[in-house]
């Protein structure tokens, strides 16, 4: 089973720029569908951004021209990229993987399998 550890989340002023690191075990990383998920209190985990092993990408409308999702094959990482920070970006963040292919589904948590524990963004303005 693959595992998943994310890091580099914390607190910054809103224009600020975070970057979020997921540490992939196995081949999950090259071989299947990798997404970024947030979810504030009170409100539905959404999907943020998501890579598949085709290097297709997607990103929430919100976070366009933002945010990056990116992935190091050699040091089986993944990565998003985060500026221009805004308040309502203010969550815990989760990276999520999945064997496989995925696209349409690719904001749908129920498809994925292996999720992390969890990084804290907090943006003040």
């Known amino acids: 089973q693959a595992q998943l550890v994310e890091s580099g989340g914390g607190s910054v002023q809103a224009g600020g720029s975070l970057r979020l690191s997921c540490v992939a075990s196995?081949?999950?990383?090259?071989?299947?569908?990798m997404a970024w998920f947030r979810q504030a209190p009170g409100k539905e985990r959404e999907g943020v951004a998501g890579i598949n092993r085709d290097d297709n990408t997607r990103y929430l409308d919100s976070v366009k021209d933002r945010f990056t999702i990116s992935r190091d094959n050699g040091k089986n990482t993944l990565y998003l990229q985060m500026s221009s920070l805004k308040p309502e970006d203010s969550a815990m963040y989760y990276c999520?993987?999945?064997?496989?292919?995925?696209?349409?589904?690719?904001?749908?948590?129920?498809?994925?399998?292996?999720w992390g524990q969890g990084t804290q963004v907090t943006v003040s303005s």
């Open positions: 999520a993987g999945v064997r496989g292919v995925l696209w349409w589904n690719m904001f749908s948590p129920s498809q994925y399998a292996t």
């Open positions: 196995g081949d999950i990383l090259t071989t299947g569908t």
